[in-house]
DNA sequence: GCTGCCATGTAAACCGTTACATGATTGG
DNA sequence: CCAATCATGTAACGGTTTACATGGCAGC
């Protein structure tokens, strides 16, 4: 029965944080600083914009130029993100394709399992660089989740690593110290 | 266009694994093995089999008392699950609302954020615990992705102790800073 | 004039959850 | 006999993705 809305409480989080801005300012925020945390396109963001205005926690606050609306925070929509922060429980529904293909790896042969342990290595790997390149401390908002991701990534990446020196076995692991790591 | 069907390689998965099993049997081992990975409930698994089994990736083997239909793999579906094992890019699209919590926590006074993160703190503690029950040599099913989530646990519950011993320690100032800033 | 980006939206299809619904069998 | 568990399903709803669709403005 309950919905979650965390795409509002996104939203919302956003227009609290940066101020007014346009449903196409926010999706772009989505792509840059909330990738690793919730997903959005602009498909979904506008028609919830509408709602939310409807709703009374968001409001236009100027028109501009080609059609571009403004979008500003309510103080009743701040309210309701603060108390979500504060009251919700998060849950969790796991659904990691990665963790997939780790959770059915012993179904292939060995060859076949470091390829796609390699695979999920590379896509981890490049997760975690996209995270590194950006600021630490420049922008504060967001910092918490960044450091969570990183710290997530870092094991992950840890487990590929492990994984391939294990399905390599014992003799691969001199030739693993003379070529290195990936 | 292309549904990524991971739930059918779920599905695929375990009844390659463990041999034929009903609906019901699949939604138990859903519940069991499977839960930190990927979630389905009995209310998706019915009719995904049912869809299966008229593409021909499974096969009811036969049916027992109380209406139980045993599902089989057929050499179809057993390929189709290699393929997908071997040539699929595994996407990654998080939804975490525990991620998001830790997003927003600076919109939030000092008090505020420590007892959110003890909350996601305590939540990770007891997703790591439940991990840590499972066997992690008799059932060789699994082992890898269950290594991986207890890496990601080990990962999250360090990540929730050095944030609140920085919103608690000496530091806590320059949160408060930040928070008042801007 | 053309390319590319800004800016907005709608509609259909798909996936997943919740609620509803039924009946058989086992153990106390 | 009653409760719990086994066992299967359907329907409605809501959230997400993909495809379709439009037009303005800026720079080359």
Redesign the interface.
């Known amino acids: 029965m309950l919905t ?1 809305m ?1 795409l509002r ?2 939203l919302l ?1 956003l227009l ?2 940066t101020g007014p801005a346009s449903g196409y300012d926010l999706a772009k925020s989505f792509e840059r600083s ?6 959005a396109g602009h498909t979904q963001i506008y028609p919830e914009l509408v709602k939310m205005a409807a709703d009374g926690l968001v409001a236009v606050e100027s028109e501009g130029a080609r059609g571009r609306k403004l979008y500003a925070i309510t103080p009743e929509g701040a309210s309701r ?2 108390s979500w ?2 009251e ?21 042969d060995r060859e ?1 399992a470091i ?2 342990v390699e ?2 290595r590379a ?1 981890f790997a490049e ?1 975690l660089a996209v995270l590194e390149c950006k600021p630490r401390d420049t922008s ?6 960044l ?3 990183l ?2 990534g ?3 990446l ?2 590929a690593d ?2 391939l020196a294990e399905l390599r076995g014992p003799d691969a692991a001199a030739v693993d110290d003379a070529v290195g790591r990936d």
Chains 1, 2 share one sequence.
Do not use: C, K, M
């Not at 919700?88 to 179904?107: D, G, K, N, V, Y």
């Not at 504060?140 to 989740?145: D, E, L, T, V």
């Open positions: 979650y965390s409480i996104a989080g609290d944080a909330l990738n690793h945390v919730w997903q993100l603060r922060l504060v919700r429980e998060p849950t969790s529904a796991p659904r990691s394709e990665a963790a997939l293909q780790a959770f059915l790896l012993p179904l292939l076949s390829v796609v695979r999920i896509q997760r504060r908002f967001g910092r918490y989740a450091r969570l991701g710290a997530q870092h094991a992950s840890a487990w492990e994984t």
